[in-house]
C-alpha cells in the first residue's frame, strides 16, 4: 500500500514532462518537503502526453518512451513513487514499468477498458472523477477498477462543470466519495480552470487554489493533487493554474495544518 491514512497524500508536479531543466527543480523541492515532513506522502506527477487539448496546435509533451525515460531518472534521483496520466490500454503495461501509480484522467474515467489495463498492471490507480459526473456515479467506477484487480484505488475530486467555461466544487462530494472506501484527493490546481477560456487554450484562476485546497482537508479530503512549475506563465499547458513553485513548500505547511486540525 502507497497510501497511508496517517500521512497527507500530496500529489504535485509539473503538468507536462516538459524537460529536465523543469521537472528535476519541482522534484527537488518535492523531495525536501518530504524529508522535511514525516506526517507527508509525496508523490511526483506529470504526464508524458498532454492528450486532451483545446488546440490541435498546442504542445503535448515528450510522448511515451521519452517522457517515461524522464519519470524513471527522478525516481532513480529523487527517490519519489511516481505517477503519470495513461489515455489508452496500450499505454498502461509500458507506464508500470516505471510508474507506481497511474492516473485515469477525467474524461477517460468511464472507459472500461482503459480501467481494466490499468488495474491489471498491480498499481496503484488514481481515477479522477469527471466534470460531467455526480460522485453518486463514481461507485461505478471504483466497481470496475476493484473487479479487475486493482488493489489500491485513489479516488480525486477536480470539480464539477457548472456551465459556460466554469467548475465549481461541492464540498459535499468528499464525504460521498469516501463512502466507498477509498481514499479521496482533492485536484486543486485542475479545479480552478476556466476550460477554453483562454482564446484556444485552458486559462484559470491560481489564486483559488489555496482556499479551496484547506476547504476541502477541512471537509475530510485525503490528500492533494497540485501542480506546480518554476515559471506557469512560461508553462506549456496548465500554466495559469498552477503554483510557482517557490510558493509551494509554504502552501503546502499551511495544508498540513489544516489537515491535522481536521483530524484531531
Known amino acids: 500500500m502507497i497510501y497511508d491514512p496517517k500521512k497527507l497524500l500530496l500529489i504535485a508536479g509539473p503538468c507536462s514532462l516538459e524537460s529536465e531543466a523543469i521537472s528535476h527543480p519541482v522534484a527537488e ?22 492528450a486532451n487539448r483545446t488546440s490541435l496546435d498546442s504542445p503535448r509533451g515528450p510522448g511515451l518512451e521519452a ?13 519519489l513513487p511516481l505517477l503519470t496520466d495513461v489515455h489508452t490500454p496500450a499505454q498502461a503495461a509500458s507506464a508500470a514499468g516505471v510508474c507506481q501509480i497511474l492516473q485515469i484522467p477525467s474524461f477517460l474515467c468511464r472507459q472500461t477498458d482503459l480501467l481494466v489495463a490499468a488495474a491489471e498492471t498491480g498499481c496503484v490507480v488514481n481515477v479522477k472523477k469527471g ?6 456515479e463514481m461507485p461505478f467506477v471504483v466497481d470496475k477498477l476493484r473487479k479487475s484487480g486493482a488493489k489500491e484505488i485513489w479516488q480525486t475530486e477536480r470539480g464539477t462543470t457548472f456551465g459556460y467555461q466554469n467548475l465549481v466544487v461541492d464540498m459535499r462530494s468528499f464525504s460521498l466519495l469516501k463512502a466507498s472506501g ?8 485542475h479545479s480552478v480552470q476556466l476550460p477554453g477560456a483562454g482564446g ?18 477541512a471537509a475530510g479530503a485525503d490528500g492533494l493533487f497540485i501542480e506546480t512549475h518554476p515559471e506557469p506563465e ?29 483530524r484531531d
Open 234 to 262: 512560461k508553462a506549456i499547458s496548465d500554466g495559469p493554474n498552477q503554483i510557482p513553485l517557490a510558493e509551494l513548500p509554504l502552501l503546502v505547511e499551511k495544508c498540513l495544518r489544516i489537515w491535522r486540525a481536521a
Open 200 to 217: 484556444g487554450v485552458t486559462s484559470g484562476q491560481r489564486e483559488f487554489v489555496p482556499p479551496l485546497a484547506k476547504a476541502a482537508l
Open 29 to 50: 523541492v518535492l523531495a525536501d518537503l518530504q524529508s522535511s515532513h514525516p506526517d507527508l506522502n509525496v508523490i511526483f506527477k506529470a504526464s508524458f502526453d498532454k
Open 131 to 136: 466534470q460531467f459526473l455526480s460522485p453518486a
Open 67 to 79: 517522457g517515461l525515460a524522464m519519470l524513471g531518472k527522478i525516481g532513480q534521483i529523487f527517490g
Open 182 to 189: 477509498q481514499p479521496v484527493v482533492f485536484d486543486a490546481t
